[in-house]
């Protein structure tokens, strides 16, 4: 059997709020369906981050359920797995479970509300000879997401020790050695005995394969489709949907086909000191026509900016903003604040390494340190605008009594 995974297509994504970039998320998502629709695997995976948001606008949707039903039409079945991006905060029904019900030959499922077992016996999908597990994401901070992989992977390990034939480990999960450490959930040896592991969330390409007797045979991450990031900018990672062959004793990786839609370019630090706009905007017209020259298809160039304390960020933002009309470039500034002479730092670089902010809320609030982690948890989602993310740990402060702790030490009711 043949299968094509894919992961954190980010259907909807609009990075820096430019509408072409939504664009591009969206062709690379469409290239992905005509490969898909092309090589006519048995099974498509998509595993976690689906969608960019659990609400997204209306045409994304429309424009999801076409793609999907093109795919599921010409008999291919389709899996996908949640993500923190397509899992709300509340205990509500996800998009994906929506589409499974909705599409014949999607299948996304997600349990709450049972036992560990349970949720695991109902993740089970059987497809001609292979079973396919897909781990059931839940939407908390890493310590809690750490706590619970370690109590439900040795459930699928006995369920997955139970059936004959092919077996496929679907996740959306941080695995230790493709991201920072505290962005990482499991080490791959933890995850199920099985032919294949299915990831999600690292984005970009990476595989492991067994080298004892733990572990799956082969765990791949296929890695993002668009750099949403300036990091991602910055990696040579390629992106894109792997073809997999799970007939013979081993999986085989058939083919790993590359999806860029754009070309992203990081281009050298420009440092301004002082408010000289005019020649600001020169400087920024050689590093545009030196980064491009010879390049023929969309462009999109990141330029790290360091600026003094007498520079206006709005000034230099509306600089960008004119050449990149006059240019017909998509050109974004990454603007940092000089914090000693010779030397850039973000304002959250500057504040991290001079205190830890976990003992002062602990000592301001009075809070154990889990609490304490919480609310900087939440701190951050509303920082970044993940509300579903901040929803899911107002109710688990909540579920603990924390917030009318913490109301109850402020004199608040």
Not at 51 to 57: F, L, M, Q, Y
Not at 127 to 152: C, L, M, P, S, W
Not at 248 to 267: F, L, R, S, W
């Amino acid at each position: 059997m043949q299968i094509v995974h894919v992961s954190d297509t980010h259907l909807g994504a609009k990075p820096y709020h430019i509408n072409r970039l939504q664009e591009h998320v969206i062709e690379a998502f469409d290239t992905v369906i005509d490969y898909v629709i092309e090589a006519r695997p048995r099974v498509m995976i998509i595993a976690g981050d689906v969608i960019d948001r659990p609400r997204p606008e209306t045409h994304i949707l429309l424009h999801l359920i076409r793609k999907l039903k093109e795919v599921t039409e010409r008999g291919v079945k389709v899996i996908l797995a949640h993500g923190e991006h397509d899992t709300p905060g509340r205990r509500d029904k996800t998009l994906l479970e929506v589409l499974s019900e909705a599409i014949d030959g999607v299948y996304a499922p997600r349990i709450t509300g049972s036992t560990l077992e349970e949720r695991v016996a109902k993740s089970m999908i059987q497809v001609d000879d292979t079973t396919i597990g897909v781990y059931q994401f839940v939407k908390t901070h890493v310590e809690r997401q750490r706590e619970y992989a370690k109590n439900i992977m040795p459930l699928y390990e006995k369920a997955f020790s139970r059936v004959d034939g092919r077996k496929v480990f679907v996740a959306h999960i941080g695995v230790e050695g493709t991201l920072i450490e505290y962005a990482t959930h499991v080490n791959p040896r933890d995850l199920p005995s099985v032919d294949y592991a299915a990831l999600g969330h690292h984005h970009g390409r990476w595989y492991w394969k067994r080298d004892g007797s733990q572990g799956p045979l082969m765990a791949v991450y296929p890695g993002s489709l668009y750099p949403l990031t300036i990091r991602e900018a910055r990696s040579n990672d390629k992106r894109g949907p792997i073809l997999v062959d799970l007939s013979g004793d081993e999986p085989v990786i058939q083919e790993e086909y590359n999806v860029e839609v754009a070309k992203h370019i990081v281009t050298r630090e420009i440092t301004i000191p002082t408010p000289e706009y005019i020649k600001v905007e020169q400087r920024l017209r050689e590093v545009v026509a030196n980064s491009t020259r010879g390049i023929n298809k969309d462009v999109v160039l990141h330029v790290p900016v360091s600026i003094g304390i007498t520079v206006s960020r709005a000034k230099i933002e509306s600089i960008f903003i004119k050449l990149s009309r006059q240019m017909n470039k998509i050109i974004i500034p990454h603007i940092r604040l000089t914090a000693t002479p010779g030397e850039s730092r973000s304002v959250e670089d500057v504040i991290v390494a001079s205190v830890d902010p976990i003992e002062i809320i602990k000592t301001t609030y009075k809070v154990s340190k889990e609490t304490a982690k919480l609310i900087l948890a939440l701190k951050d989602a509303l920082a970044s605008g993940d509300v579903e993310a901040a929803d899911s740990i107002i109710d688990e402060l909540t579920q603990k009594g924390e917030l009318l702790k913490l109301a109850n030490s402020k004199g608040l009711r």
